[in-house]
């Protein structure tokens, strides 16, 4: 059973999502891989206390990454980010001081 706190990661922070932020009222986490659209919105919901309009999900898939060396290839995972849309003047805390 997987449980509310248990679904959210961590935001993701990258210019992308404080241009959404700021002008498009979308915020970026990453993700449980069993979190479905719901789940993430309720999650929303009750930890921050705001309205969620729509939950968009992306599955990112996994990277190659440098070679270290001849032989050893460095590979990053894949993760799941969801994109939330909040209602009209309504924001998160967590992203108020990034600019």
């Not at 248990?6 to 990258?14: A, E, F, K, S």
């Not at 002008?23 to 789940?39: D, G, I, P, R, S």
């Not at 919105?41 to 001849?70: C, F, Q, S, W």
Request: proline residues 3%; charged residues 30%; positive net charge.
């Amino acid at each position: 059973m997987i449980t509310i706190y248990d679904i959210l990661r961590r935001p993701l922070i990258t210019e992308k999502s404080n241009y959404q932020s700021s002008k498009l009222n979308q915020y970026v986490f990453e993700v449980a891989q069993e979190a479905t659209k719901t789940m993430v919105k309720d999650a929303i919901e009750r930890l921050y206390e705001v309205d969620v309009v729509r939950v968009n999900i992306i599955n990112t898939p996994a990277k190659r990454g440098r070679r270290r060396n001849r032989r050893l290839m460095v590979r990053k995972p894949g993760y799941k980010k969801a994109i939330i849309t909040l209602a009209e003047g309504q924001s998160l805390d967590i992203f108020e001081g990034v600019q």
